[in-house]
């Protein structure tokens, strides 16, 4: 299986900082990452696909970067409302992979 | 507007089976792969498998063994099962559509969620 990584596990920042949270695969899965946000209590939502592209809706301070094994997920201005967990996503191969998560909290 | 509703029995004992349906309605099951996530109480999400509408099904092998994902094409219903089910496998469980071309690839939607505990 591909292992995906991600650091931190948690994070507190306040609001308009610039939060940056990093996955990295265990091998090489070329730019089949996604990253998904989970609100408390609630499922999953898709915010970016490919590495770097912004499912439709996703406000423009979300962004992705990163290829091969490294992978980036930067808020640039954190919001109220960016209170959640994120999850980076394989797909390159079965099985589909999760990151373990990292908690955003706001200070 | 796509919309996946499941249900299903919340609390078990240990070695009763597992079983969950998800209800597909607004969308065409083809060119999907219908998909069965998990998360257990403070963990990371974990794949359980999928299935194409074609019939053609992938397993996590952590899972393998005890769980069949079936997809009833007239109904447009999702179902998992899984057998001998102990309390590591309490979870919330899933159901969700992926959509993997050139390009693109995202789960999307969801179910709703289904806790499920194993309790003696």
């Known amino acids: 299986d591909i292992q995906m990584t991600q650091s931190p596990s948690s994070l507190s920042a306040s609001v308009g900082d610039r939060v940056t949270i990093t996955c990295r695969a265990s091998q090489d899965i070329r730019n089949d990452v996604g990253w998904y946000q989970q609100k408390p209590g609630k499922a999953p939502e898709r915010l970016i696909y490919v590495v770097s592209s912004l499912q439709s809706g996703v406000p423009s301070r979300f962004s992705g970067s990163g290829s091969g094994t490294e992978f980036t997920l930067t808020i640039s201005s954190l919001q109220p409302e960016d209170l959640a967990t994120y999850y980076c996503l394989q797909h390159n191969s079965y099985p589909r992979t999760f990151g373990q998560g990292t908690k955003v909290e706001i200070k | 507007q796509v919309q996946l509703q499941q249900w299903g029995a919340g609390l078990l004992k240990p070695l009763e089976t597992l079983s969950l349906t998800c209800a597909v309605h607004g969308a065409s099951l083809s060119g999907y792969q219908w998909t069965w996530i998990r998360q257990p109480p403070g963990k990371r999400l974990e794949w359980i498998g999928e299935i194409s509408h074609i019939g053609s099904i992938n397993y996590n092998p952590s899972l393998k063994s005890r769980v069949t994902i079936s997809l009833d094409t007239s109904r447009y219903h999702l179902s998992l099962k899984l057998r001998s089910v102990t309390a590591a496998d309490t979870a919330v469980y899933y159901c969700?559509?992926?959509?993997?071309?050139?390009?693109?690839?995202?789960?999307?939607?969801w179910g709703q969620g289904t806790l499920v505990t194993v309790s003696s």
């Open positions: 969700a559509r992926f959509s993997l071309s050139v390009g693109f690839s995202w789960f999307h939607p």
